[in-house]
């Protein structure tokens, strides 16, 4: 059977940014216009990392990094935006979720430096202030209050999602899957009326897995995990989820946390709350502050048990 002027078609779509590349899955009518949505989206994640990148000196988070404490900063809405979403969740993941960890980031050689003991050293000596207190905000502005080096990437792959569903709702487009580097956000549904599936990956260094599949309509999903970033110390293999507490990789955690929620900023940033916080007080946290959640943890076997909160997981197959 022929296809009618009416059927929607299946587009992908695809670019590069923040060291990895952001997707979109769409349903538009025909004769939708889908080259412009691919500039519009490309230009909506170049918005997001040129202000948020640590890799880029220009960048307006790094030049409030480079700012003396005291001095009003003015940023831009969006990491303004982010700024405050961040504060508000360390503050009600009581600092397990920390924007203020640039330090120990950049000190390890997550970042675009080299690790360095020297810096390790200083990063774990440090009096560590919290973005909730070190951040005091004005009208467009920021100010700090300690000397802390703000690092986003636990927040601003899920917020540049969220953007890039904003993106599309501009443009009419009500109905797409889009994600960056494994951080999704369901729109509506498939052209078929079905929600979107979304694979849980396993947590497995050496291949791509799924692990489960979701279906998903209307929310965000993100995942923190164990498995594709981390070091190898004395023999020990460690995550680039840093201890905020500490100023250095987590030394127990579990292999991945997935929260669902409403955003992908704030999926984003509770997955990483959550690993830090680890499977007991991690679940302990999810249910006070009702988010779904699905704990991946490895026995001594490297076996792979699961933890779930809430009823978002229970489905998952």
């Known amino acids: 059977m022929s296809k009618t002027s009416t059927e929607r078609q299946r587009h992908a779509l695809n670019g590069p940014t923040m060291g990895t590349r952001w997707s979109a899955v769409l349903h538009p009518g025909a004769g939708f ?3 412009r949505v691919q500039l519009a989206l490309q230009a909506t994640v170049d918005a997001v990392d040129g202000q948020m990148s640590t890799w880029k000196p220009e960048s307006d988070l790094m030049r409030l990094n480079r700012a003396p404490e005291g001095e009003a900063v003015p940023i ?9 979403l961040g504060v508000a969740i360390s503050k009600a993941s009581s600092g397990a979720f920390d924007m203020a960890v640039g330090d120990a980031v950049s000190a390890w050689g997550f970042g675009p430096c080299t690790a360095s003991q020297a810096s390790i050293r200083a990063a774990m000596a440090a009096r560590r202030v919290p973005a909730h207190e070190a951040l005091e905000f004005g009208q467009g502005s920021v100010i700090k209050r300690a000397p802390v080096a703000l690092d986003l990437n636990g927040i601003a792959k899920g917020f ?3 953007r890039l569903a904003d993106t599309l709702s501009g443009l009419g487009v009500h109905d797409a899957l889009v994600g960056i580097d494994g951080e ?3 729109m509506g549904t498939r052209a078929d009326g079905q929600p979107w599936t979304v694979a849980v990956e396993a947590p497995d260094r050496t291949r791509r897995a799924p692990h489960s599949i979701l279906s998903l309509s209307d929310c965000a999903v993100a995942t ?4 594709r970033h981390f070091v190898d110390v004395e023999g ?3 995550s680039h989820t840093m201890d905020p507490s500490r100023g250095a990789p987590l030394l127990s955690s579990p292999a991945s946390v997935t929260v669902i929620a409403p955003t992908c ?3 984003d940033a509770w997955a990483t709350a959550l690993m830090v916080l680890g499977p007991e007080a991690g679940d302990a946290m999810a249910r006070k502050v009702g988010i779904d959640a699905l ?4 026995d001594e076997r490297d076996s792979v048990r699961t933890r779930r909160v809430g009823h978002s997981f229970k489905r998952a197959a």
């Open 184 to 186: 999704m956000r369901a």
């Open 265 to 267: 900023a704030v999926a």
């Open 224 to 227: 923190s995990g164990d498995y």
């Open 33 to 35: 216009g889908v080259e």
């Open 295 to 298: 704990f991946l943890l490895r």
């Open 160 to 162: 540049g999602v969220d």
């Open 236 to 238: 020990r293999r460690l």
């Open 76 to 84: 831009p809405p969006m990491l303004e935006q982010v700024l405050r």
